[in-house]
């Protein structure tokens, strides 16, 4: 019965996206004067039906194979090679210092394929590129000038050119099978791209990797995938490995990650716990920022290298917080953030995988990966324990389960795997819907810019132009506001951080008496001494925190109040004016706001194991009173205690909290002078973009205007025509939704 609801569904949705690609954008290319050759671009443009077209159709192409694609992307040295392995359960993808992901690279699940294959359907245009390389390299060399090519001057460089110019390397095959086949196609495609960008070579490549923007043109690997090889699904399940943001450098490469995100059904994004700050991880979260509203809840984090944690180290409550503020816009974004060690997933796997396999694992001089296994495993005495196959498997079990791997698998890759076919339906849906708004929005006001007259279309470009040099002015009049708001910031915060430094130790005068100490004899009962004050303190800064959010956005809300209202007013005026109610927002991103040391390690610390001498008292009986009656006898002793100075625990306590909330604010004025501000600086880009856009539109309306009468009705026909087209498409792929979300099924929901 699901099954049959699931098909029933993709042949609607097919239809859909057909009816889409061939009843609206191809109508649209096609309107003679739609798209004139105007410089202003409006709301609507040639490029963008283009793109939507190509979008559209590798939406077609998943739900057809009922196939769900997760783009993992991350900066290099992040992980993601070793994430996807751990996945995997295979070192299929090679981890190397240079970039290994120039072109995205998919890696589909395929059961009971043990060996790896690899497809790549279209090796022309890199054939192209080696023919290219041959004859400037023959040059080089007979010129005596290959060593002044700076990638030759590497071990693999220097590999690559020679075979490029003996021709032993001539070629890129469309079929490669094994992990070493594959490992030397990776390698060779990307070391290409690095010979091409060097300034001795200077060949554009980026002319080349156009030809690579349809999921059947990439690079794609079929494996079993050792923990879904147990699953029962319908479907496939897909991985896209992407180029990392920091990878090069290349514009072309952030174009490449960009377009595979929004044709994504979902995404995990591996970011480095060590570089959680970096400038490359703020790239990652930006350029998610845009694509927010189609991924919805389809966006999933994992939060690598968490192995590395230290004492000071971010818990791992603290470290979800804080990501799901940066990622996740809706309530309930912790639960798609996961700290894992790929590293510890990756070698716990590939042991499991090996002894379910052949019952031993391979000799380690030929598989280099068992001895990073062993140490971290076993220790440093591995090599006497290695063939032990009971206590392997055990520490092998041990390492999977301290990687935190579990509940991200359990979470991301089998749910995904398990709902492959509807998260594919789910992703076209979606997409549908956001380019049906966008063309309705864009022909409608065409629309009620072409019943205008020219005189009044000239009339609102000139205020246009006007709106748009006071939005710049506006722009630059509110530096004073800004630099007096992080002022008024820092008063506040300081002043709650005092006051919350005198409700933590009003909190354990409260609970403890600050100017002695308490002993125990057992170590047990100092803990757990220790633990009511824990909670008591824990309580006290949980509610610090919240009281530090709030205040701090009420700052920024005030900020976010006084930038906007000008720009705000502009709009408003201007969609008055064109008789349209319109308004551009932007929802600023929530600081973190974290007390990120652990009571906890403070706390283990405090307890002392002391000698102390103490008095005793005992009974016995003396000769002078003929042993008639006992004596009290006092006497003194050493005693093990394990004591609790509790005012040193408060300077402690308030030293650390000091400490952390002079570096909080420092994190909070970074964040207002960088990400705030480019938010600021973002909102005044749309309003000022938006107006720009209108602008193009009236123009192109002004163009119009010049056709003659019935050239003028056809093009206001035709518009009137998809507008109604896309009004009907889009509630027909609402009411689709519906339809599957009331399908009684709770994994078919959408």
Known sequence: ????????????????????ADGIFLPLLQTPGLFNNCDEQGNLSENSIKHWTNVIKDEAYKVKRSEVTFVVIGTMKSGKSTTIN???????????????????????????????????????????????????????????????????????????????????????????????????FLKYINDIWRLCNSVDIGLDAELYLN??????????????FFHLKEQNFQGRFTLIDTPGPNEAGQFFLKNIVTEQVEKASAIIVILDYTQMNAEAELEIYKSLQAITHITQNRMFALVNKFDQKDRNGMSVETLRSYIATQLFAEEGGKKRVFPVSSKYAYLANRALSELGANGKLSNCKTNPWIEDFGQLALGACWESEIDDIQEVEYRANKLWKSSYFDDPLAEIIKNGSENAAVMSLKSAIAKMLDYDKKIMDGILLRINALTSGIDTIENEITCLEKDISLVKKVGTDLRTIFDNSIETLHYKFYLLVDN???????????????????????????????AKLIEAVSVKLRVIQQEAKKSVDEVLENIGAEFTRPLETVL???????????????????????????????????????????????????????????????????????RIYTKDVLGILQKVFLDDSDGIWRSLDQYVRTE???????????????????????LQAKHDQELKGERMAELKQAMHTIFKQAETHRKDVELLGKGFLMRGREKVAI
């Open 1 to 20: 019965m699901y099954q049959t609801v699931i098909d029933i569904i993709s042949k609607e949705t097919l239809r859909l996206i057909n009816e889409q």
């Open 86 to 184: 751990a996945i995997i359960g295979n070192e299929l993808l090679p981890n190397r210092n240079q970039p290994m992901t120039i072109l995205p690279t998919i890696i589909t699940h395929c059961a009971g394929k043990i060996e790896p294959e690899l497809v790549f359907s279209n090796p022309q245009p890199f054939n192209e590129i080696i023919d290219t390389l041959h004859q400037k390299l023959k040059v080089k060399e007979a010129a005596g000038e290959l060593d002044q090519i700076s990638f030759y001057n590497t071990m693999d460089g220097r590999e690559l050119i020679r075979k490029i110019i003996d021709k032993s390397f001539k070629e890129v095959r469309q079929f490669y099978q094994g992990n070493t086949e594959i490992f030397t």
């Open 211 to 224: 030809h690579y923007r349809k999921m059947e043109d990439l690079p794609r690997i079929e494996v079993e």
């Open 500 to 530: 919350s430094a005198a409700l933590l130790e009003e909190e354990m005068q409260f609970e403890f008496n600050l100017y002695n100490y308490e002993d125990f004899s057992q170590e047990a009962e100092a803990r757990q001494m220790l």
């Open 572 to 642: 408003e005026t201007a969609g008055e004016r064109l008789f349209e109610a319109f308004s551009v927002k932007v929802d600023f991103p929530s600081p973190s706001i974290l007390i990120s040391f652990d009571p906890q390690q403070i706390f283990y610390n405090s307890i002392k194991r002391e000698s102390v001498m103490k008095m005793g008292v005992m009974l016995e009986r003396k000769w002078y009173t003929l042993w008639s009656h006992e004596h009290k006898h006092k006497y003194q002793y050493k005693e093990q205690v394990y």
């Open 676 to 698: 705030f501000n480019e938010a600021m600086n973002a909102y005044f880009m749309a309003g000022y973009g938006y107006l720009e856009r209108i602008k193009g539109d009236l």
